[in-house]
């Protein structure tokens, strides 16, 4: 944690330097530590976010640092790992970020640059958007765009170096529908060129004659083009002190896969400094064409060891209490259960046997503990 405050806020006061203190107007910081684990995974995820706003409240400047330090012993790195029931992965991820957004005549404009690293996998993302408000400031259009440039390595093989390219564009509609009501149309699309497989995920073959089983790197097609849309709808109860906000997303894409995701969060308002949220979300996918537990074809053109590429469905309910220490102080904290059931997918230790298959499933508990402070 210290490591992630120390780097954030190096990086957002080299940008208040910039602009000078004393046209800053106000500065927010969030920090938020996180912990994921299942039993087979464990992530802790410490990070920092501030923004300030400057020159009469017209332009901010965002800057932000997050890792992800993971260890693994999961179904696939026991399967394919060289210690077999003993195998265990552990990596470390640094990502850094900053933005600018300025207003505009009935709008705004924003850039923003991301930097992820691991010691196998670096990425870069460049981000644009802009807002323009219609109808007296009732109705927003909203267009956003990035492009990102992934280098794949492998640590188990130094020669392996690929990459993947991807562009988003994003589409947005907000709407007031009342003084306490609003809803938001999304569509999103993504296109991914390049490769998109894993330099460590193995692909599970069986010969339907001698029963052997045998395993390969996996090949996925160097394409996929990605659609999402969505529509939200937010709610304020004033004879509660509630907000409700809804949500329904559907997927699809290229390889075949879709997606239902259904989501729902009411925050509840028991005192002027204590409230708490209390949110569900529940996701249901279908397989891409091309995913098998174990192929049976040797010719098969694309095959996958990507259990996520499986059908499954998960629920995801989750508790928010927040309480403000001072007008300009609130702590937080996020208490998550993560429950995934997969259909088509196999729990499989013994690369050898299928003998101790069984379905996977996946139950996670998720922690985080946050501050927000505003100067």
Do not use: C
Request: net charge neutral; glycine share 6%.
């Amino acid at each position: 944690m210290k490591i992630a405050l120390r780097l954030g806020f190096t990086l957002f006061a080299a940008s208040a330097l910039f602009i000078g203190p004393a046209a800053l107007a106000e500065t927010d910081v969030d920090v938020l530590a996180r912990q994921y684990d299942d039993g087979r995974t464990y992530v802790f995820s410490p990070a920092v976010d501030a923004s300030a706003t400057f020159n009469n409240d017209t332009m901010t400047i965002t800057a932000g640092h997050a890792q992800d330090i993971l260890t693994s012993s999961s179904a696939d790195v026991i399967t394919f790992g060289s210690k077999g029931l003993d195998s265990k992965i552990a990596d470390r991820r640094f990502e850094y970020s900053g933005g600018f957004t300025t207003i505009i005549p009935d709008g705004t404009l924003s850039i923003g640059y991301i930097q992820s690293d691991e010691n196998d996998y670096h990425s870069k993302t460049v981000t644009a958007g802009a807002t323009r408000e219609f109808n007296t400031k009732n109705t927003v259009a909203s267009f956003g765009f990035s492009n990102g440039h992934d280098n794949i390595q492998s640590s188990s093989n130094k020669s392996f170096n690929e990459f993947m390219l991807n562009q988003v564009y994003s589409l947005s509609l907000t709407q007031i529908l009342s003084k306490v009501s609003l809803a938001q149309l999304i569509y999103d699309f993504r296109v991914e060129n390049g490769f998109l497989a894993s330099p460590y995920r193995r692909a599970k073959f069986e010969d339907t004659t001698s029963g052997i089983i045998s395993a390969r790197d996996e090949n996925h097609p160097r394409t996929r083009n990605r659609n999402a849309f969505a529509l939200k709808y937010n709610h304020y109860i004033e004879s509660w002190k509630s907000s409700t906000s809804s949500m329904y997303r559907f997927y699809i894409d290229s390889w075949g896969v879709t997606s239902h995701t259904v989501e729902g969060r009411l925050t509840k308002e028991f005192s002027p400094k204590f409230s708490l949220g209390v949110s569900l979300r529940y996701y249901m996918q279908s397989a891409a064409r091309f995913y098998e537990a174990y192929y049976t074809d040797p010719s098969a053109p694309f095959y996958t060891g990507n259990n996520t590429l499986a059908t499954y469905n998960s629920l995801l309910i989750g508790l928010r209490p927040s309480y403000l220490l001072t007008e300009k102080i609130q702590i937080f904290a996020k208490l998550e259960d993560y429950e995934v059931r997969f259909s088509n997918a196999l729990d499989a230790y013994q690369l050898t046997t299928k003998a101790d298959d069984k379905t996977l499933s996946i139950s996670a508990k998720v922690i985080g503990l946050g501050l927000d402070a505003k100067f």
